[in-house]
């Protein structure tokens, strides 16, 4: 079996490092520190590197497009009040997809008419919450939905800016479960089959709605500004055809979210300001070339503002060798607060916390406690072959779709979330109780 000792490669991000007592440090603390203070499994999430995720965006937006640039954080990427009051002190508006968002943006304060409400498919009762909560834009999904923001609106003596999602037949090659530019999606209304065009005139008579512009979204975890640049294409015609056949002029265009992060080593990290300075001066041009004044343009990160803030701290339970098989492991959280790998394959960097020097000589499947085989959080990890009960493992890189997507399976609570600053830490999500878990049953 291959060794692999300490390795710069788990230097994935550049908030990850070691300090003179060869203990992993998240943020520049301790992170065996943090486990005494907090306890395991925990959530930490390094406040500068959002901010600082926050500030690139806006700043590259601002170069690319002006004042015409605006950059929404995808709530479902991670949503809990402290996010919120941290997206509006630096300016982010915020994409809410349900009610219970809207509400956690709402205790932070949040100015919702920032915000855009997503999901192709709105309860009634959404929409009502979303319209009294003053959602800034509805992004609509399909010409039923129309209808219903149209009729509730009426009720309400309002009328809703919406704009309109489209699908610009994108395909991005990668994973086939968060591709979502493709016509066949079920997001979206597709601009090939016609049913753009055909959702455009609708809204266009819908009496409670004013029609600001068009959405799409194409996929998540993308490297390359290619797959933007030929999704800006297609909308911009789109744009330049409704306005001349429909004279429609398009005030906002908005691109969506994905751009990808770095799990692991083999995987780059991203430039976001050229990547977003590249799409800037291509969407320059295109609108000069077809003669129509540029919209507003919007970005929607989730995962790349929040993603690699992220870390998670487990405490190592049963290590099992099976001779000539496999070992296995665990540790005391698992799919319930992580999914991404039964959901999607998803690749993690994990490495042990205390002994980060010594030989790591035993691969391993790093699983959570839960009754259900599929709850791996990797598969093919390397860790010391004397790592056993007590010790400290770290997962990198799960600040993005982890705590949004945590659930009680076996009733197992919820870690806590622990922001991490310069001076300090400081809870921004107490942990689960047991208790807790049980308040709603009769
Ligand atoms: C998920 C999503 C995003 C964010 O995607 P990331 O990959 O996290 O950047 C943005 N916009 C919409 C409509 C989405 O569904």
């Known amino acids: 079996m291959s060794q692999r000792p300490f390795e710069n490669t788990d230097v994935i991000c550049e908030n990850i490092s070691y300090n003179d007592l060869g203990h992993l440090t998240f943020a520049g603390h301790d992170l065996s520190e943090l486990a005494k203070e907090y306890g395991t499994p925990t959530y930490f999430i390094d406040e500068e590197r959002v901010r600082n995720r926050c500030r690139t965006y806006i700043h590259a937006v601002k170069k690319a497009f002006g004042d015409k ?20 002190e630096e300016g982010l508006g915020v994409d809410v997809v349900s009610s219970g968002e809207i509400y956690t943006a709402s205790l932070a304060k949040f100015p919702m008419e920032n915000s855009m409400f997503h999901s192709n498919n709105k309860t009634d009762l959404d929409i009502s919450y979303g319209i009294d909560s003053g959602v800034g834009y509805f992004v609509v999904d399909n010409v039923e939905e129309l209808d219903a923001i149209d009729k509730i609106a009426e009720q309400k003596g309002k009328i809703q800016p919406v704009i309109l999602r489209l699908t610009p037949g994108i395909d991005t090659h990668t994973y086939e479960a968060v591709n979502t530019g493709k016509v066949d999606s079920k997001f979206g209304s597709a601009i090939e089959t016609g049913q753009a065009k055909e959702i455009t005139e609708v809204a266009l008579k819908c009496k409670n709605i004013r029609l600001c512009g068009f959405h799409c979204h194409i996929g998540s975890q993308v490297f390359d500004s290619k797959v933007y640049i030929a999704a800006a294409e297609k ?22 979210g994905g751009y990808g992060v770095r799990y692991v080593a083999s995987q780059p990290e991203i430039d976001i300001a050229s990547n977003i300075a590249e799409v800037g001066r291509f969407i320059t041009e295109k609108c000069k070339n077809l003669e129509i004044d540029m919209p507003i343009i919007c970005f929607e990160p989730g995962r790349s503002i929040i993603a690699d803030a992220g870390l998670t701290l487990y405490t190592v339970g049963t290590v099992k060798r099976i001779p000539n098989y496999k070992n296995y492991v665990s540790v005391d959280g698992g799919m319930p607060d992580n999914i991404r790998f039964a959901l999607y394959n998803a690749p993690y960097t994990i490495i042990p916390v205390e002994n980060t020097d010594t030989v790591r000589d035993m691969q391993c499947s790093v699983v959570g406690r839960c009754c259900e085989s599929g709850d791996i959080i990797q598969e093919n990890v390397y860790l010391p072959s004397d790592i056993h009960r007590g010790d400290l493992i770290a997962c990198l890189t799960t600040g993005a779709y982890h705590y949004s997507m945590a659930s009680n399976y076996n009733k197992i609570p919820r870690p806590p979330i622990i922001m991490l600053t310069k001076d300090g830490s400081y809870y921004a999500v107490k942990r689960e109780t047991i208790e807790r878990l049980a308040e709603l049953d009769i």
């Open 69 to 88: 640039g605006r950059v929404y954080y995808a709530s479902k990427a991670s949503s809990f009040k402290r996010i919120y009051e941290i997206l509006k």
């Open 235 to 256: 909308m911009l015609d789109f744009v330049a055809l409704v306005n001349t056949s429909l004279g429609f002029k398009c005030e906002i265009l908005d691109l969506g």
